[in-house]
Nanobody, 124 residues
Framework: QVQLVESGGGSVQAGGSLRLSCAAS????????MGWFRQAPGKEREFVAA????????YYADSVKGRFLISRDNPKNTVYLQMNSLKPEDTAVYYC?????????????????WGQGTQVTVSS
């Protein structure tokens, strides 16, 4: 069992930055693929970024590539999402997810555990 708690959300102006954190409990964190997803009002949840167990492989949605950076610190059981050059369209609730076997990093059904989400609001 893995429990995930996101933090770091907030309100920022366009062009600003935020860093989200996701703290995980459970001894299997270091073997899990970790992902970030987001859901804007009135829209379906969508993939943002993912990182494999070692941190050696990362994957990004085209909409955030070059602006967001996912990383992990296995000894601290934490995964991060550094978000730069934020745009109003990045406004959403951001969710952290963990999966034991994740053949498709961008597919939410491949993830086993989810956090409660943290709100990010970007104003123009």
């Amino acid at each position: 069992q893995v429990q995930l708690v996101e933090s770091g959300g907030g309100s920022v102006q366009a062009g600003g930055s935020l860093r989200l954190s996701c703290a995980a409990s459970g001894r299997t964190f270091s073997s899990n693929t970790m992902g970030w997803f987001r859901q804007a009002p009135g829209k379906e949840r969508e993939f943002v970024a993912a990182i494999n167990w070692s941190g050696g492989t990362t994957y990004y949605a085209d909409s955030v590539k070059g602006r967001f950076l996912i990383s992990r610190d296995n000894p601290k059981n934490t995964v991060y999402l550094q978000m730069n050059s934020l745009k109003p369209e990045d406004t959403a609730v951001y969710y952290c997810a963990a999966g034991v076997r994740v053949p498709r990093m961008s597919t939410e059904n491949d993830y086993d555990y989810w956090g409660q989400g943290t709100q990010v609001t970007v104003s123009s």
